[in-house]
């Protein structure tokens, strides 16, 4: 069987190693740091292969992140590797899909084209924000949806869950987690005021004396759920659980979060955190065979 390496970068080192163990795969050491001034060193300690697996989310810090990933890629190119997969958990920049107002960066596809100019021949995330994103690609470009493993995950600590989405953007994930777990599912329609204050509103809620579990793909200034999390109290929910894909967790979040009474967080590994209990791992491991 041919071995694979696996490279992880500084955002994703942990996640990789997961993956390379899933994969019976060997995982390349890669030393990376900064000089004194602040940019970046690489280089790669392992022999570099004709096929060879990239992953590096580039979350917060964004541009460190992107800048580590396109190094590396450009990098393994010029040391002979010919397919070169790139996982990107978690796409930062991947919220700007087109020009909301003229003069605008269109950045979601500006990081495509520099991804795939770095030399990606193909590229794999999860949940994107935008699924467009996948079209500024030249290069097959798939989306994977971490839903099923938050469902396993609810479905072993909650009984009889009722799943609500905080906003519409948010009901498709919340109405795949409750066909797997056959359970009820509710929205809740949100307005984006400013980049960190939204307002929410409810018609219906039907969620008095249930466990009510708020899904979203992203949370990041906490807002939207703290708003969400208030409104199912006061609509008598018996316990209120948070789960998001990526843990994006701008500041105090988390604190403002858990002060509305919520019970838990989780959320996956494709942003490091401190509520990121479900590894993606195998979902990666699954669109690499
Ligand atoms: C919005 O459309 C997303 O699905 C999330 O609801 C949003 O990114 C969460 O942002 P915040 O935590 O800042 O409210």
Redesign the pocket.
Known sequence: MLVILIIGGSASQKLAAKVAKELDDCLCPVETRKFPDGERYIRFKEKIEKEVVIIQSTGYPQDENLMELLFMLKNLKSLGAEEIKVIIPYFGYGRQEKRFKNGEAISASITADLIEYAGATELFSVNL?ENKVTDFFNIPAKELSAMPLIANYLNKVLEDPVIIA??K??LNHAQKISSILKCPCDYMEKTRLSP?T?ETRVKNLDVEGKNAVII??????????VNASNILKEHGAKSITVSCVHPVL?ED?ILKIFATGVEDVIATDTLTSQVSSISVAPLIADALK
């Open positions: 924000h905080p906003d953007g948010a960190d939204v979203d793909d992203i949370i990041s200034t906490g807002g939207t759920i701008v979040a």
